[in-house]
């Protein structure tokens, strides 16, 4: 294959760098900018990016440790440690990186599509190909790779042997577009449609549109809707600045005037749009099998590109009746016999099967992992060459079983067995598969799904999940990250987080959660009682950890599972000394947790001597030292707060005092970090706000629910005027009702005080109000308004458009409590965008 190759020599040119090492010139076939990503050591080239709270430089030395040796910094760097690398230097290594794969996108002259817009990128780019991966070998951004970053990680992979490609590009600040332009120099635009303005970073719709026009300055043709006042004008200026032979081709659509692609009917039937439109003096139309607004707009935009590319009538009806959901999301869930999978089972490719691999193998509560895996269809290269790649992937991340479904992945089986993959097993279908299930044993492992649309694989997905009642919580792990960094925003580089993961992580899950911190570097977990930490150590979380409760019961297993506690009265201290030094141990990790204000947990002022006498044993290692504000949400109550600090202040300079090492100083929870920055110290404890909850409500910070709590319909009945609902018959219907029974009850955490048309639930997005009482298991919603209710529906119980506040608010509760409260029965789901 005549693929462009880059030799650093090259690369370092073509960025204009210094060297500052030079070794042997090597091959570069990755770029690396996260170092957990790390497969191929001796051909990546790793890029020290900096960020607000990380430095890429700080990977240098574990990296080269594991093998690689080329890299792009702009720090200077101890050169005598890495005598055997290729060092360059520039002045930004990010824009290095744009650099280098702008150069890399100029050697081909391809349909490349560009997509910008507030919302439905990734859904397009999906659909597109969809619809066009029978008639060409596509390359795509994989997910939703549309970053300063991201978008070169999805060039770069470009080649020869591609046809097409299809490229996201998204922005926050002013002035990125242009450098994402150069990067993806598209030759077809296509503009979804633009949301809010302060949204993002831009001071209003204008200024955002203009910024995003910058991706298609130099395209050949640009496809929007017009209806769009401000797309429609800000298209009119940018053509209208562009010289006359670099105009564009505009490629329009409307549902209300004139256009290219003139929309006149949208007509929806059962579960499908048909959208007829004049298209070139013709009426010619689609059906979709969706009814939904946003896919209707989705699909004329990819509408627009196949009759630009000139497909058939023909062609473009059949795969427009095919088009399929898109998975925005990986999600892990409990399967049979203690097993967790994750099911991807919508896409097939090399980029989004790495995605799916760094998940699995992000994950810690199993060690055996396997990979159920389809064949890879266009992948644009030889097959064997492509199993050879999937080979390397599973032995990276150590995979320890594959099975491979489909005839050309069995056709390869030699080339898994040659690389030494442990356990590998064909099927050529998954129906071949199926039958053998019941022989194929799967216990107390991890299963990642993965495969294209054709093949199906929800069905294996179905056969592997656990069994449970179909109330279910799903928690958003990617909102999980994202609150974090609304968070870390607001400390200073140097101050470490502690993440509360107490009580289930609010009901959130345990190790799932601790998990998705430990992969965020977080410092800290704190936990209530040992049997919560013990949970996060079998699950593989080897951060520190503190309890928050320690008991005497507990204390053999907190030492033998490396917990630390939190020492917060002359009785636990007393108790757990005698402990240690009967086992014979010494620097045993402790906090001390002082009593400032809160009248909870802590020592007093007075009884700080009995601490003091306690740190002149050998027996302690004060990891830190904290307290507890009783009202940092609290503005009123601020000259309180600020009393507490000054309290905690010096109380822990006299225990600072009689140490020769330094401890850790922590004060404010999620409230605190928001309001009371001055109270930071050296760590902050972040719990509600992790998980989607600031109860500050200040801060103006973007924070995303992570919780979503569903059930499902049991039954609808219909009832006449005056018959009654419930225990006690307290619900009486006053005009002829219709009713849906819901799987839901008090004993899943759904409050009885949200009986009687006080709380509400979310069914196809309509508030439908409980009536009656609400029992053990099941609650009584009523549906008499909302139209197309079917049994086995889906009912929003909080979460998304129903927020927790509003639930929790109705229940005259705090989020805390109904979070927390949602009882072990119900299964929880993790995803990740
Ligand atoms: C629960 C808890 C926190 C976290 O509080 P949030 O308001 O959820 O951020 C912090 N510190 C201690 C000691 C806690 O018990």
């Known amino acids: 294959m005549n693929r462009v190759k880059y030799f650093i020599d090259n690369i370092a040119s073509i960025i204009k760098a210094k060297w500052l090492v030079q070794q042997d010139n090597a091959l570069i076939e990755q770029l690396l900018i996260d170092s957990r990503k790390l497969i191929f050591p001796q051909t990546s080239l790793f890029f020290a990016l900096k960020g607000p709270r990380r430095d890429g430089h700080a990977f240098i030395a574990p990296l080269y440790k594991k093998g690689v040796r080329n890299f792009v910094i702009s720090e200077a760097v101890d050169t005598d440690a890495f005598s055997e690398a290729n060092i360059l230097q520039v002045s930004d290594p990010l824009q290095a990186l744009q650099t280098l794969v702008a150069h890399h996108r100029k050697q081909f002259s391809l349909p490349v599509i560009g997509i910008t817009g507030s919302n439905g990128k990734t859904i397009v780019k999906e659909w597109l190909n969809q619809l066009l991966e029978d008639h060409y070998t596509i390359i795509r951004s994989p997910k939703s790779y549309n970053s300063q970053i991201g978008v070169p990680l999805s060039v770069w992979p470009l080649n020869e042997q591609h046809e097409l490609a299809i490229f996201e590009a998204g922005i926050s600040l002013p002035g990125e577009m242009e450098q994402l332009q150069k990067i993806i120099q598209p030759t077809i635009g296509i503009f979804t449609n633009v949301g809010e303005a302060h949204s993002e970073g831009f001071v209003n719709l204008r200024q955002k549109v203009n910024e995003k026009l910058q991706l298609f300055r130099h395209v050949e043709t640009l496809i929007y809707c017009q209806d769009d006042h401000e797309i429609n004008s800000g298209v009119a200026a940018l053509w209208q600045q562009l010289p006359n032979n670099k105009r564009f081709t505009i490629f329009s659509w409307s549902m209300v005037s004139e256009a290219v692609l003139q929309v006149r009917e949208v007509l929806k039937e059962g579960a499908g749009t048909t959208i007829t439109a004049q298209y070139k003096g013709e009426e010619i139309s689609i059906v979709i099998p969706f009814t939904d607004n946003a896919s209707v707009e989705n699909a004329i935009h990819c509408w627009c590109v196949m009759l630009h590319l000139q497909l058939s009538q023909e062609v473009i009806e059949r795969h427009m009746r095919q088009l399929g959901p898109v998975a925005m999301r990986l999600e892990l869930k409990k399967g049979i016999n203690n097993c967790s999978i994750i099911n991807d089972s919508y896409s097939a490719d090399l980029s989004s099967f790495t995605i799916a691999l760094d998940f699995l193998s992000q994950q810690q509560q199993h060690t055996k992992r396997t990979v159920i895996l389809s064949d890879i269809l266009q992948s644009g290269r030889s097959e064997k060459d492509l199993y050879a790649e999937v080979a390397r992937l599973l032995q990276q991340r150590q995979v320890s079983r594959l099975i491979g479904i489909g005839e050309r992945i069995s056709h390869q089986q030699h080339i898994f067995q040659n690389a030494g993959i442990p ?13 053998e299930l019941p022989h194929i044993p799967f216990k107390d492992e991890i299963i990642l799904l993965k495969g294209a649309r054709v093949f199906e694989l929800e069905q294996i997905d179905r056969l592997l999940q656990q069994k449970v009642h179909q109330t279910v919580m799903e928690i958003d792990l990617t909102a999980v990250a994202h609150n974090l960094k609304q968070f870390q925003q607001l400390l200073k580089p140097a101050t470490k987080m502690m993440g509360m993961v107490k009580a289930f992580s609010y009901g959130s899950g345990s190790y799932e959660i601790a998990n998705a911190l430990q992969f965020h570097h ?3 977990l704190a936990v209530a009682y040992a049997d919560e930490g013990v949970e996060l150590r079998k699950g593989g979380i080897n951060l520190p950890v503190m309890v928050m409760n320690p008991e005497e019961s507990t204390f053999d297993v907190l030492v033998q599972y490396n917990l630390e506690p939190d020492l917060y009265a002359p009785g636990i201290l007393r108790l757990f000394e005698d402990f240690v030094k009967k086992q014979g141990i010494q620097q045993y990790p402790v906090h001390i947790e002082l009593e400032t204000g809160m009248n909870r947990l802590g020592f007093s002022m007075a009884e700080l001597p009995v601490v003091i006498d306690a740190l002149r044993t050998p027996f302690f290692k004060v990891q830190s030292v904290f307290t507890h504000l009783a ?32 401890f850790i100083r922590h004060v404010v929870n999620t409230a605190g970090i928001v309001r009371h920055p001055q109270w930071h110290l050296d760590m902050v404890r972040l719990g509600i706000g992790l998980y989607g909850g600031d109860s500050s409500g200040e801060g103006g910070l973007d924070l995303r629910e992570v919780s979503t709590l569903k059930s499902t319909i049991a039954q609808i009945k219909e009832l ?9 018959r307290r619900g009486v219907v006053t005009r002829d009702t219709r009713i849906a ?3 839901i009850g008090y004993a899943d955490g759904y409050p009885r005080l949200l009986g009687h048309g006080v709380g509400k639930m979310l069914v196809n997005g309509h508030l439908a109000p409980v009536i009656g009482t609400v029992c053990m298991d099941m609650t009584m919603i009523d549906i008499t308004n909302i139209s197309h209710v079917r049994e086995g529906d889906e009912v929003i119980v909080f979460g998304g458009a129903l927020p927790v506040k509003q639930v929790a608010h109705w229940a005259q509760t705090i989020p805390y409590e109904l979070l927390a409260g949602v009882s072990q029965r119900v299964k929880r789901i993790y995803f990740e965008e």
């Open 522 to 524: 977080l410092d800290y």
């Open 631 to 662: 009202s940092s949400e609290d503005p009123q109550h601020d000259a309180y707060t600020n009393k507490q600090g000054g309290l905690y202040l010096e109380m822990a300079e006299q225990l600072q005092a009689v140490l020769s090492y330094r």
């Open 720 to 728: 006449k005027e005056g018959e009654t609902v419930s225990y006690g």
């Open 741 to 743: 029974t819901v799987r």
């Open 423 to 435: 356990e590998p097993a064909f099927y050529s279908s998954v129906d071949a598969f199926i039958k």
